[in-house]
């Protein structure tokens, strides 16, 4: 019988797989200068980017203190949320999309029937171009509501940007 093999940190995983990608590069490209291990990770810290190659988005600190502090959706909440939701947009509208959208009807979602329970968010452009978001989206963590926020941004800048006509339902 083999002994048992101690199971492999976090870390020396992430190394393996950069030292397996770096290889795969040399392959590919060999007029590449090899990529010291060491180097190749320092590079990914700076981007920040996680173990699928996504790059992380940044959330400034007032915009995580406030979600932390919006509760439950009800009326006195719901004002906050708003307030929210827009300065995310700004913020995001600035630093994904170099500011080339102009602000949407930003709002929520009615939650009706069964269909709606699977639902988060959606964009719907045209004359409409609304970005709504399900209340319950606020039960999430924070990043999380920023991916899907952010996602119907995107279908947003498909239709303003790139002026291709779509909307979304997600």
Request: with cysteine.
């Amino acid at each position: 019988n083999e002994p048992l093999k101690k199971p492999l940190a976090f870390k020396d995983v992430r190394n393996l797989l950069l030292k397996e990608r770096v290889e795969k590069k040399k392959a590919i490209h060999p007029g590449l200068a090899p990529l010291d291990p060491k180097e190749a990770l320092q590079i990914q810290d700076e981007r920040r980017l996680d173990m699928g190659n996504i790059p992380k988005v940044s959330v400034p600190d007032n915009l995580k203190k406030a979600y932390l502090h919006i509760g439950d959706h009800n009326a006195a909440n719901r004002a906050k949320q708003l307030w929210f939701m827009e300065h995310l947009w700004k913020h995001l509208n600035t630093t994904k999309f170099q500011g080339e959208m102009k602000v949407p009807n930003i709002g929520f979602m009615k939650l009706q029937g069964i269909l709606s329970m699977r639902m988060r968010a959606y964009w719907r452009g045209g004359s409409y171009r609304n970005l709504n978001v399900s209340p319950r989206l606020f039960n999430s963590q924070l990043g999380t509501f920023v991916e899907i926020f952010l996602h119907e941004m995107c279908h947003q800048a498909v239709s303003e940007i790139t002026k291709i006509s779509e909307s979304h339902i997600n």
